[in-house]
């Protein structure tokens, strides 16, 4: 059962809890309720709806909960619009933005208010977290999984709270411009002071490009002063039917496109056209990312898009595409057309005997070698995902069952 609020011990830190959401009112009641049952009063929720075609707004009203407070769009807008929104009706000292399809682990405000005040205000607390695929989500794992984000590099082994040393985080950023992924970027990572959202304004809103996330957590990488590590998993994220998750392992980015509904700026668009190539959209979202970066940030830091991975990247996914039988022709031909010379010196061969074999190659081996040229790019570091065992219909299942604290020590 929830705490009520009123029963709960007076606290001087008030958190923010960003929930933007559109259409999946089920997912969004999961959500809502874990911040709810959590040990710890001063909180409120933002529910931004997206012009939604449920009534949420009912849902939040027969709540009865002062703390949860609700807003609609006049139209369906980007995701990035949608998130700022949230951020702008906001004002607890500490934010995070939650998906409607993620949760909040026990404990969270607790933890994190006593963390705040032992390691005095750090300016954004980046945690662990758990990974969890609904039942009937993910190809090949009817059952879904919960699986723990505690051996990605950033976390170091740890197995208590650190300091992120300023040149550790730099050279995240630089990894992220050279489009390999050497932290997370989801927001649902970052505890973000309201003092560093603050001092973020006069480079614009605080989410940027077609991948705010993307954008975000690497400014916040650059601009913090001072970041605090947590190694326990203190949050979910969920891949649900209805996630943008769902669209990209199932094949159908196109859709997941649709559904975050977030177009580049016109200008940034002509700026990049020689640059962008055929191939995964997410690749090209996360090269407008960097991209808006430099632009804040590279007057007075060192730091520059490489185009030519990017390119590289988006070349081999098309050849894997091929390999692994998907819909990629047309973006074969228009590559094709689009490659520069010194590319097709460095990889026209061995793409072109990929081509052969995607003609020849029996349909059971293709995926396999589809994955192993993919990974030849180096954009996605193989780090194990060590699975929670147990059996979760639901994220609230995760949340009931699962204890963060215990789990975190021992699987560090």
Same mark, same amino acid.
Not at 97 to 122: H, R, V
Not at 200 to 215: A, C, E, N, V, W
């Given at each position: 059962?929830?705490?009520?609020?009123?029963? *709960?011990?007076?606290?001087?830190?008030?958190? #923010?809890?960003? &929930?933007?959401?559109?259409?999946?009112?089920?997912? &969004?009641?999961?959500?809502?309720?874990?911040?709810?049952?959590?040990?710890? %009063?001063? !909180?409120?929720?933002?529910?931004?709806?997206?012009?939604?075609?449920? %009534?949420?707004?009912?849902?939040?009203? #027969?709540?009865?909960?002062?703390?949860?407070?609700?807003?609609?769009?006049?139209?369906?807008?980007? @995701?990035?619009?949608?998130?700022?929104?949230?951020?702008?009706?906001?004002?607890?000292?500490?934010?995070?933005?939650?998906?409607?399809?993620?949760?909040?682990?026990?404990?969270?405000?607790?933890?994190?208010?006593?963390?705040?005040?032992?390691?005095?205000?750090?300016?954004?607390?980046?945690?662990?977290?758990?990974?969890?695929?609904?039942?009937?989500?993910?190809?090949?794992?009817?059952? *879904?999984?919960?699986?723990?984000?505690?051996?990605?590099?950033?976390?170091?082994?740890?197995?208590?709270?650190? !300091?992120?040393?300023?040149?550790?985080?730099?050279?995240?950023?630089?990894?992220?411009?050279?489009?390999?992924?050497?932290?997370?970027?989801?927001?649902?990572?970052?505890?973000?002071? =309201?003092?560093?959202?603050?001092?973020?304004?006069?480079?614009?809103?605080?989410?940027?490009?077609?991948?705010?996330?993307?954008?975000?957590?690497?400014?916040?990488?650059?601009?913090?002063?001072?970041?605090?590590?947590?190694?326990?998993?203190?949050?979910?994220?969920?891949?649900?039917?209805?996630?943008?998750?769902?669209?990209?392992?199932?094949?159908?980015?196109?859709?997941?496109?649709?559904?975050?509904?977030?177009?580049?700026?016109?200008?940034?668009?002509?700026?990049?056209?020689?640059?962008?190539? +055929?191939?995964?959209?997410?690749?090209?979202?996360?090269?407008?990312?960097?991209?808006?970066?430099? @632009?804040?940030?590279?007057?007075?830091?060192?730091?520059?898009?490489?185009?030519?991975?990017?390119?590289?990247?988006?070349?081999?996914?098309?050849?894997?595409? &091929?390999?692994? *039988? #998907?819909?990629?022709?047309?973006?074969?031909?228009?590559?094709?057309?689009?490659?520069?010379?010194?590319? !097709?010196? =460095?990889?026209?061969?061995? &793409?072109?005997?990929?081509?052969?074999?995607?003609?020849?190659? +029996?349909? =059971?081996? =293709?995926?396999?070698?589809?994955?192993?040229?993919?990974?030849?790019?180096?954009?996605?570091?193989?780090? +194990?995902?060590?699975?929670?065992?147990?059996?979760?219909?639901?994220?609230? %299942? @995760?949340?009931?069952?699962?204890?963060?604290?215990?789990?975190? @020590?021992?699987?560090?």
């Amino acid at each position: 059962m929830p705490i009520p609020w009123f029963f *709960g011990k007076s606290h001087d830190m008030k958190f #923010s809890v960003l &929930l933007p959401t559109r259409n999946r009112l089920d997912l &969004l009641s999961r959500a809502i309720e874990t911040v709810r049952r959590q040990n710890y %009063d001063d !909180w409120e929720i933002i529910v931004s709806d997206n012009f939604s075609e449920e %009534d949420v707004g009912e849902y939040i009203q #027969s709540l009865g909960d002062f703390r949860i407070r609700y807003f609609r769009t006049d139209q369906f807008i980007p @995701v990035t619009d949608n998130w700022n929104n949230a951020l702008d009706k906001s004002n607890g000292d500490y934010i995070i933005m939650l998906g409607d399809d993620d949760c909040l682990m026990k404990g969270y405000f607790s933890t994190l208010s006593n963390l705040i005040e032992k390691f005095d205000s750090p300016e954004f607390v980046y945690t662990s977290a758990f990974l969890y695929a609904y039942p009937g989500v993910m190809p090949g794992i009817p059952d *879904g999984f919960l699986r723990t984000y505690n051996k990605r590099m950033i976390f170091q082994s740890a197995s208590e709270p650190f !300091w992120l040393e300023k040149n550790r985080a730099m050279e995240f950023v630089k990894d992220s411009m050279n489009f390999r992924v050497a932290f997370d970027f989801n927001m649902q990572f970052s505890l973000v002071s =309201r003092k560093l959202i603050e001092k973020m304004k006069r480079y614009g809103t605080f989410y940027q490009s077609p991948y705010p996330d993307y954008y975000a957590s690497n400014a916040m990488m650059l601009k913090a002063g001072r970041i605090l590590i947590v190694p326990q998993p203190l949050v979910t994220i969920g891949i649900s039917p209805k996630s943008f998750g769902y669209y990209y392992f199932n094949d159908a980015e196109s859709d997941g496109n649709q559904f975050l509904n977030n177009i580049p700026e016109i200008d940034m668009v002509n700026r990049l056209k020689k640059v962008v190539l +055929p191939g995964i959209a997410m690749n090209t979202s996360w090269l407008i990312s960097m991209e808006t970066l430099a @632009v804040n940030f590279g007057g007075e830091l060192d730091i520059k898009v490489n185009y030519d991975r990017y390119r590289r990247i988006q070349i081999f996914s098309i050849y894997a595409g &091929l390999l692994a *039988g #998907s819909s990629a022709g047309k973006a074969y031909h228009l590559l094709r057309k689009k490659m520069h010379l010194n590319e !097709w010196l =460095r990889y026209g061969f061995v &793409l072109s005997f990929i081509a052969v074999l995607a003609r020849i190659v +029996p349909k =059971r081996y =293709r995926f396999h070698l589809a994955s192993r040229v993919q990974a030849t790019t180096g954009s996605h570091l193989a780090n +194990p995902m060590p699975e929670v065992v147990g059996n979760f219909h639901t994220i609230l %299942d @995760v949340f009931e069952k699962v204890d963060p604290e215990s789990y975190a @020590v021992k699987n560090v």
